[in-house]
């Protein structure tokens, strides 16, 4: 009896190694292999485009930058509210992502299923937009939090800081 009861100990840690120590890897693994694929999901040509510039893959978390650009007509809408010197320099801005692999569970819903990945998001703000630093002070103005589903299924969910200020001499946010 006391034989069988080390083989199932020693069964249960190696599988609780492997689950916490193995599957981390191979998911960061995957995720970098499909990063630009998950990328290419969240884009929605003639609106946005989003292009993977950087990926640097760790044991249990990779960093990755990528760049969104707005085109057809909401750069167009966009570009009318806020006029810049150019109409050709397309809208774009750098997006920083912080993502842990493995199993994760974390999206502020503890009754989700296990999950490969979860990608927090956050937009890069250039030092001298002093609209969104006005508005938001240090805070990032957006975070995306994304989870990737053993199923493939991505779950995004999109947060902002409340802010209050000047737009525009017309426009006014609250």
Known sequence: MNRIWQILTTTIILI????????????????RQNFSVVLDRLSEPN??????????????NSEARSIFTLEGELAKQ????????????PLQV???????HGPVL???HPWLLPAVSLIN????????????????????????????????EIINRI??????GQLTKDIKIN
Request: proline residues 4%.
């Open 159 to 164: 947060e902002s800081p409340p802010a209050q």
């Open 16 to 31: 609780v190694i492997i689950i916490l120590g193995v599957f981390p890897i191979l998911s960061g693994l995957m995720l």
């Open 106 to 108: 974390d999206m502020g």
């Open 78 to 89: 966009l570009q009318s509210l806020v006029p810049t010197n150019n109409a050709k320099i």
């Open 47 to 60: 609106n946005w485009i989003l292009r993977e510039v950087e990926f640097n893959r760790g044991w249990f």
């Open 121 to 152: 998001t956050t937009i890069e703000v250039q030092d001298n937009n002093q609209i969104v630093k006005s508005l938001f002070k240090n805070q990032s103005f957006l975070q995306i939090k994304t989870l990737i589903r053993f199923s493939g």
């Open 94 to 100: 750098t997006l920083n992502h912080h993502i842990q």
